[in-house]
């Protein structure tokens, strides 16, 4: 069974910092990334990642604060989130597939997300 679980979301000052995880099991995914969904805005692409790190994408409102990685040892990604906005409130998800993509319908595997607030 494929499953997702995502951690390290919570409460932050802007301007700090919070780092997510992902680990996957079941399988492995060549690529994997991150949306995030805020209330009552459509789910949202940030960043993805290829099975080597070799290529990542990242949405334009998080390039410079923002970092996707991955440890494939521990079948994990990790989205490393600096200078934090209170814009960048929301839930945010793992995502997995066998494609690197920066389209939410792309990824057929999903984590159940974690809420990330940003207080002013």
């Known amino acids: 069974q494929v499953q997702l679980v995502e951690s390290g979301g919570g409460l932050v000052q802007a301007g700090g910092s919070l780092r997510l995880s992902c680990a996957a099991s079941?399988?492995?995914?060549?690529?994997m990334g991150w949306f995030r969904q805020a209330p009552g805005k459509e789910r949202e692409f940030v960043a993805a990642?290829?099975?080597?790190?070799?290529?990542?994408y990242y949405a334009d409102s998080v390039k410079g604060r923002f970092t996707i990685s991955r440890d494939n040892a521990k079948n994990t990604v990790y989205l490393q989130m600096n200078s934090l906005k209170p814009e960048d409130t929301a839930v945010y998800y793992c995502?997995?597939?066998?494609?690197?993509?920066?389209?939410?319908?792309?990824?057929?595997?999903w984590g159940q997300g974690t809420q990330v607030t940003v207080s002013s």
């Open positions: 079941g399988r492995t995914f060549n690529a």
């Open positions: 995502a997995a597939d066998s494609h690197l993509r920066v389209t939410a319908s792309a990824y057929d595997y």
């Open positions: 990642i290829s099975w080597s790190g070799g290529r990542t």
